[in-house]
């Protein structure tokens, strides 16, 4: 048992949970505390946010911020550890989601899913020996301990490009990491025998994707990524087939109408129609991910003929909430609501509320 192990065993002793030592350095194999068995997350989405520096981890403090900032810009290593939580969800049933975090210290008592004070699976970072990562499974007596992954900060991190193939002693491609150490979250367990898996238990360099062994594991713990559950058969892709909102009886001037919507694929588009009442003359379309998934979305507001009257694009997967007013909607008008991808890559898909 390393040095690490040893640590990290005095580390999380109060909390009696599993931290599973991943992502080990090539010279160094990894070692697994197993205490308690990972179990796959009961809710979906499974949020994640990014801790505050300083907040407590033990008797260390979180530095993932300034550590990371180092080699990059903050918007970078975010997007880039969503990309991870993407490629998860694209091949599995499991789906991810941002929101904000707060300065509380990592195994502040609360609920081990859905604690309203920070994500799910929380990102930070201290000093570590040996290995490039942690990450706590989810387990329901874990606490908010829960699907953290905490990195080290003897490692350097950098977006490294996929023709990258050296490996470079204390330096490692963020994404990979993060692939790796999010694996562990969501129940699965490193591989000590195949490197083309990006559960080995070796650091090997630069990953592009899941291998085909890793989506058999992970749809094994999950399923399959799932058909939009919010379209009837007939689906809502065109104008003819639009779904239609209708107002509530008890709808009252500035209340508001709310649709649950999902975008599967890059080709996905989602269409709805609403017609002005008697109480309407402008109307703001609330086109939201934000907490629901990582989709990267574009809403497009047609006239009753197909003409685009205005759009709205979501900036990035850290902003993916869109809002957009017509300032005329009169009673007895149509209009039409296109909702599609916007075109930022790896952020294709996932759910979206329309209001």
Known sequence: MNTMTLSIARFICVVSLVMVLSTSSQQSVCA????????????NPVTVSFAPDSVGIGIFRNEIHQ????????KQYRIEILKA?????RNSGINFALVGDSPR????????????????????AFPQTNVLGNAI???????????????????????????????VAERADLFSVALHELGNTIGL??????????????????????????????????????????????????????????????????????????????QDVDVYRIRGNTLSDKLW???????????????????DEGRVIDTASSESPLDNS?????????????????????GIPEFEFGDYELE
């Open 32 to 43: 697994q505390l197993s205490a308690l068995p990972p179990q796959v997350w009961p809710q």
């Open 67 to 74: 550590h990371l900032k180092a080699t990059m810009d903050e």
């Open 85 to 89: 939580c993407q490629e998860w969800s």
């Open 105 to 124: 210290d990592f195994g502040t008592p609360g609920l081990s899913q859905s604690d309203p004070r920070f994500g799910d699976i929380r990102f930070g």
């Open 137 to 167: 499974p989810y387990h329901p007596t874990a606490g908010t301990w829960a699907g953290d992954i905490l990195l080290d900060t003897n490692t350097i991190y950098e977006i490294q490009s996929p023709e990258t193939t050296q490996i």
């Open 189 to 266: 367990v490193d591989d000590n025998f195949d490197p083309e898996s990006v559960m080995y238990y070796r650091y090997a360099g630069r990953r592009q994707s899941l291998s085909p062994f890793d989506v058999q594991n992970v749809q094994f713990l999950y399923g399959p990524r799932a058909n939009d559950p919010y379209e009837d058969r007939q689906g809502n892709e065109s104008i003819a087939t639009a779904s239609i909102i209708n107002w509530s009886a008890d709808f009252v001037i500035n209340s508001s109408q709310t649709v649950r919507g999902r975008i599967n694929a890059s």
């Open 285 to 303: 379309v609330t086109l939201n991910c934000r907490g629901l998934s990582l989709l990267c979305p574009k809403v497009t507001i047609l006239d």
């Open 322 to 342: 869109v809002t957009k007013e017509l300032t005329s909607f009169y009673p007895d008008e149509t209009r039409y609501l296109v909702v599609e991808w916007n």
